[in-house]
């Protein structure tokens, strides 16, 4: 539908005859004489080049996006590496203690205490003497 759009038929003189499909040529100055479609290929020129420009860049376009998204070009990795310490937690600590000793960047302590709560996959009052601790260090 789309080239459709895009070109135009030169035999655009069709006429149907007992079942078959023909072509009438007039040439200036000779009776028109009929053709046989069924051997003949039609031929199509472009009307608009930009426009047809356009639609090969949109389907070209199309074709690489969905190249990339089948096979799994579109997947981004991090090149960004956190870096971790260990903390071995004493009797009395506090996960709010613990963020506030670690934190060297003046971060907030809410944000260092969620992140080593993700990191170690524990809650708050989880913490037990003698545990040992993964704390990220970049933030």
């Given at each position: 539908m789309f080239i459709f759009l895009l070109t135009v038929n030169i035999h655009s003189d069709i006429i149907s005859s007992q079942d078959k499909r023909t072509n009438v040529h007039r040439p200036e100055g000779q009776e028109s004489e009929v053709y046989d479609m069924k051997n003949t290929r039609t031929r199509t020129r472009v009307k608009s080049r930009p426009?047809?420009?356009a639609f090969l860049i949109i389907v070209i376009g199309l074709m690489a996006g969905s190249f990339g998204f089948i096979t799994g070009m579109n997947e981004t990795t991090?090149?960004?590496?956190?870096?971790y310490t260990t903390y071995t937690v004493c009797a009395g600590d506090t996960l709010w203690d613990i963020?506030?000793?670690v934190n060297y960047n003046n971060t907030d302590t809410r944000k260092i205490v969620h992140a080593i709560c993700q990191v170690n996959d524990i809650q708050a009052g989880d913490l037990q003497p003698d545990m040992v601790l993964t704390i990220p260090t970049d933030m």
């Open positions: 426009r047809f420009i991090a090149s960004v590496t956190t870096n963020a506030n000793e």
